[in-house]
């Protein structure tokens, strides 16, 4: 127990005082007119509080991946506390920041417009289509799921519940981010929070202690902690699925303060939740064997089910089951809304595309083929979700490294964690099955060779940048 208040307590303090470090780096400047007054539009473009802002962010990237993916990376144990901590607070908050930040200082610019500014076009139009790619699959794999449980618990098929949903994200896409999202989406991140927080405090008074750290590796198939537990908890630790959300709150932000509290904030809110079910998972079932078996007889959603039911009785069953269907299926419909945003920013190029509805009807391609995916088994479309999130992470990372590089700012607070995911999602590649399949230590061999190629090409930025700061210099004095 006193490994999970610690965990909690640094993730805190991180907020509380690493944030500010990172804000302090990026420079904010509250004189500068936000694009939400810039480009009101009425429909993606427009002001809203930060409280609002932050409750729809906490949603849009969280869904059921703090809870299902923290569930997960419980098999290994309370070193995944470890990775929950150190990956929120170094990476995946820092992550989330620039990724918004500097959407705001570039006029609400999609993540591959951002990526293209400073890593080249070739590179932006390569993430471009990975990060649409990325947006169908997980709309796509949060949307079987819930449909799967909502056939189960009502006389609905599961041809109906998909339709059902799919309806939803088709008005929800189309509509002013004020009208369904800026409304509910607050409603359901109040839910996320308390539900989260009344599993916490329950758990301060069970019976069964929360195992405190071990460096031992606790999963019952002995699978590798680097770099599965950082593919696994993504969403608790970094996600790069959250660079493709905060420009749509970046959209919306009255002033540049109001980024700390927003996308520092959220990730860290996020990361206390993934830190309460990941401690839940591990303590409810005796173990991580137990787990294991609770996991193959009723999968993530069982396992939430059982776990709510038994600390809030009726109450929890039904905010189980609100989170199983309802808090997927709102990050589903975001990441179509953002993708319907990338489309255009893509397609811009050769068309002209200022009319809000030739805007609005790009979004009815991108369902389609979402639709299309549904039909496929749901942990086949995971895996796949999986790599392809972190890699967009990595990218982005290193498209803030660049950017602080280039204004002459301390850039090691990005690309330290840039390289670090560099060898996970280049170890995990060669290793996972949807990879390469390749043996264990010459997965990790390839993994370290690419950081050092990736570190030998940031030096080469580094010395490029001090070349031509002195250029500037001299043509100065």
């Known amino acids: 127990m006193i490994t ?31 694009p939400a007054y810039v480009k009101q539009d009425g429909l993606d473009f427009m002001p809203m509080s930060w409280a609002k802002g932050s409750l729809i962010q906490l949603l849009n990237i969280a869904g059921l ?3 299902f993916g923290a569930i997960m990376g419980a098999l290994y144990g309370p070193v995944a506390f470890i990775w929950i901590v150190v990956g ?44 649409i790619i990325l947006m169908i699959l997980v709309a796509a794999a949060f949307t079987a799921g819930p449909a799967q449980l909502l056939a189960s618990v009502t006389p609905l098929s599961f041809t109906v519940s998909i339709f059902i949903i799919f309806s939803y ?47 031992e590796n606790l999963h019952p198939q002995e699978l590798p902690i680097w770099p599965l537990i950082m593919i696994t908890i993504s969403c608790g630790a970094i996600s790069g699925f959250h660079s493709t959300q905060s420009p749509i709150i970046a959209r919306t932000m009255k002033k540049e303060s109001d980024g700390r509290k927003v996308f520092y904030g959220a ?28 996991l193959a007889n009723g999968g993530p959603a069982g396992v939430v089910d059982f776990i709510s039911k038994s600390m809030l009785g009726t109450l929890g069953g039904i905010l189980a089951i609100i989170g199983v269907i309802i808090l997927p299926v709102t990050t589903g419909d975001t990441a179509l809304r953002s993708s319907r945003m990338m489309l255009v920013d893509l397609l811009s190029t050769f068309w002209k595309l200022e009319e809000k509805w030739k805007q609005s009807l790009l979004a009815i391609p991108v369902i389609i083929s979402t639709f299309a995916l549904t039909q496929m088994d749901y942990s086949f479309l995971w895996r796949y979700v999986g790599w392809t999130n972190q890699v967009v992470a990595t990218v982005m990372l290193w498209t803030a490294a660049i950017y602080l590089l280039q204004t002459k700012k301390f850039h090691w ?18 290793y996972a099955p949807e990879g390469f ?3 264990y230590p010459h997965s990790v061999g390839i993994g370290v060779v690419l950081m050092v190629v990736v570190a030998i090409w940031f030096v080469l930025q580094i010395r490029k940048n001090t070349i031509r700061t002195v250029k500037e210099n001299s043509k100065v004095a």
């Open 4 to 34: 999970f208040i610690a965990a909690i307590t640094l993730l805190i303090l991180g907020y509380f005082f690493y944030s500010k470090i990172v804000e302090r780096v990026f420079s904010i400047d509250d004189q500068r007119t936000t």
């Open 65 to 67: 991946g703090p809870i």
């Open 88 to 131: 929120a607070i170094f990476a995946g908050a820092v992550h989330d920041y620039f990724a918004g930040m500097m959407s705001v200082r570039h006029g609400g610019e999609q993540y591959p417009s951002i990526v293209g500014r400073y890593l080249g076009g070739t590179t932006k139009t390569i993430i471009n289509i990975v990060s």
């Open 169 to 215: 994200f088709l008005i929800a896409a189309l509509l002013p981010i004020n009208k369904i999202i800026g409304r509910i989406y607050p409603i359901f991140g109040a839910i996320l929070i308390f539900m989260a927080l009344a599993i916490g405090i329950g758990l301060l008074f069970q019976d069964q202690p929360i195992p405190n750290l071990t460096i």
């Open 267 to 294: 990730m860290i809110a996020e990361a206390i939740i993934a830190m309460i079910w990941a401690a839940a998972a591990m303590t409810f079932f005796g173990g991580t064997d137990g787990l294991q078996d609770a």
């Open 413 to 430: 607070i990005c690309s330290i964690p840039a390289l670090f995911m560099t060898g996970v999602v280049g170890t995990y590649i060669f």
């Open 437 to 439: 399949s390749l043996p």
